[in-house]
């Protein structure tokens, strides 16, 4: 199943089955219990989608939203794929890396990303990116998957030069709408096994980054045992695992986004998370 969040014609925002190019608004039945697909999650109620009933509209006459909309948590993972560690001459790190995005600086698919005023130095950051179903503490390495509601696309956009001011990523992390996520969370069954999806992020439809998600130095399972040692993990809660090889700022030369540039992060099984960009005004 493919579930989606989005804003319906009239301005109610709901969630609903992306079927093709429709989606099956489940909200209209269930959004007087669950008004959101994180409320959803945190009831345990996922399997209600699947029988829904709702009107179904063109995804065209919906705005998308981010797939959870306010999450609680967006916890952001740095240098996982064997192939960026080594593209960025460092050494594979002794545990993960992780830093957070707050909710504002992440659009929905279709929404455009904004390059701040302040730099012009604006990267794409294809991720593959899992969503929390069941909360947990100490998840054992060995459940991990138990408490996973499905995966969705994720662009980590990145501020490179803020992003170096200092040894924290945060800066550069979190401008205002430089991120997105979506189209759609795809429940395990669905996707089957999460190592092997491909996953490809274009510019102006030219492929920059292509990569198997199975190139991961952390796999899902060590990163909910380990972001779990730290941190309780909620339902709706996002985990991105990081970004292969091809990002803009490790170019020859660099290539960064610009107004007018189209963004696109596919991911077989999940879809294509397409973002225009602006300039902030």
């Given at each position: 199943?493919?579930?989606?969040?989005?804003?319906?014609?009239?301005?109610?925002?709901?969630?609903?089955?992306?079927?093709?190019?429709?989606v099956?608004?489940a909200?209209?039945t269930?959004?007087?219990?669950?008004?959101?697909?994180?409320?959803?999650l945190?009831?345990?109620?996922?399997?209600?989608?699947?029988s829904?009933d709702?009107?179904?509209?063109?995804?065209?006459?919906?705005?998308?939203?981010?797939?959870?909309?306010?999450?609680?948590?967006?916890?952001?993972?740095?240098?996982?794929?064997?192939?960026?560690?080594?593209e960025?001459?460092?050494?594979?790190?002794?545990?993960?890396?992780?830093?957070?995005?707050?909710?504002?600086?992440?659009?929905?698919?279709?929404?455009?990303?904004?390059?701040?005023?302040?730099?012009?130095?604006?990267?794409?950051?294809?991720?593959?990116t899992?969503?929390?179903?069941?909360p947990?503490?100490?998840i054992?390495?060995?459940?991990?998957?138990?408490h996973?509601?499905?995966?969705?696309?994720?662009?980590?956009?990145?501020?490179?030069?803020?992003?170096?001011?200092?040894?924290?990523?945060?800066?550069?992390?979190?401008?205002?709408?430089?991120?997105?996520?979506?189209?759609?969370?795809?429940t395990?069954?669905?996707?089957?096994?999460?190592?092997?999806?491909?996953?490809?992020?274009?510019?102006?439809?030219e492929?920059?980054?292509?990569?198997?998600?199975?190139?991961?130095?952390?796999?899902?399972?060590?990163?909910?045992?380990?972001?779990?040692?730290?941190?309780?993990?909620a339902?709706g809660?996002?985990?991105?695992?990081?970004?292969?090889?091809?990002?803009?700022?490790?170019?020859?030369?660099?290539v960064?986004?610009?107004?007018?540039?189209?963004?696109?992060?596919?991911?077989?099984?999940?879809g294509?998370?397409?973002?225009?960009?602006?300039?902030?005004?």
């Open positions: 199943m493919k579930i989606s969040s989005y804003v319906l014609p009239g301005g109610t925002e709901s969630y609903g089955r992306l079927e093709g190019d429709t099956v608004d909200g209209t269930l959004r007087g219990t669950y008004p959101d697909l994180r409320a959803l945190a009831g345990d109620a996922i399997h209600r989608l699947a829904a709702g009107p179904s509209l063109p995804v065209s006459d919906v705005t998308m939203l981010p797939t959870i909309p306010k999450p609680d948590k967006i916890v952001c993972i740095g240098l996982n794929y064997l192939g960026h560690i080594k960025t001459g460092r050494d594979r790190p002794e545990y993960p890396s992780i830093f957070t995005r707050y909710p504002s600086s992440v659009v929905g698919h279709g929404a455009p990303l904004v390059r701040p005023k302040v730099s012009q130095n604006f990267d794409f950051e294809g991720e593959f899992v969503v929390i179903g069941k947990g503490r100490h054992a390495r060995d459940r991990a998957y138990d996973v509601a499905g995966y969705t696309c994720f662009n980590d956009g990145s501020i490179r030069d803020y992003q170096r001011h200092t040894t924290q990523f945060w800066g550069g992390k979190n401008f205002w709408q430089s991120g997105s996520m979506g189209p759609c969370l795809v395990p069954d669905e996707l089957g096994d999460p190592t092997e999806p491909r996953m490809v992020t274009r510019l102006n439809g492929i920059m980054q292509d990569t198997s998600v199975g190139d991961l130095a952390f796999d899902i399972p060590d990163l909910i045992a380990y972001v779990s040692t730290i941190i309780d993990l339902p809660d996002i985990i991105a695992t990081g970004t292969p090889s091809g990002v803009g700022n490790f170019r020859d030369p660099k960064f986004m610009k107004p007018g540039d189209t963004i696109e992060v596919e991911i077989d099984g999940i294509t998370l397409s973002n225009p960009i602006i300039d902030e005004t």
